[in-house]
């Protein structure tokens, strides 16, 4: 059973940010928000990518456990 699959808790900071009321930012605050969460986002991918890659390298070593 892989550990990434256990649920995450509801309040966490995307489910925050997701439900958060973005009608008083102006247009250069929401710029702003967009670019830092871009950057989020490449730093998870960069994180995915990576515990990918040692997940593969550990099953090619030890084998796949199903």
Do not use: N
Not at 8 to 13: E, F, M, V, W, Y
Not at 36 to 44: C, K, N, S, T, Y
């Amino acid at each position: 059973m892989d550990d990434d699959a256990s649920p995450r808790p509801r309040g966490d900071a995307a489910s925050l940010l997701a439900g958060e009321d973005l009608s008083p930012y102006s247009q250069e605050e929401l710029k702003e928000r967009l670019a830092l969460l871009e950057r989020e986002i490449a730093r998870v991918e960069k994180h995915r990518l990576t515990a990918a890659a040692h997940r593969e390298a550990a099953d090619a070593l030890f084998g796949r456990k199903d």
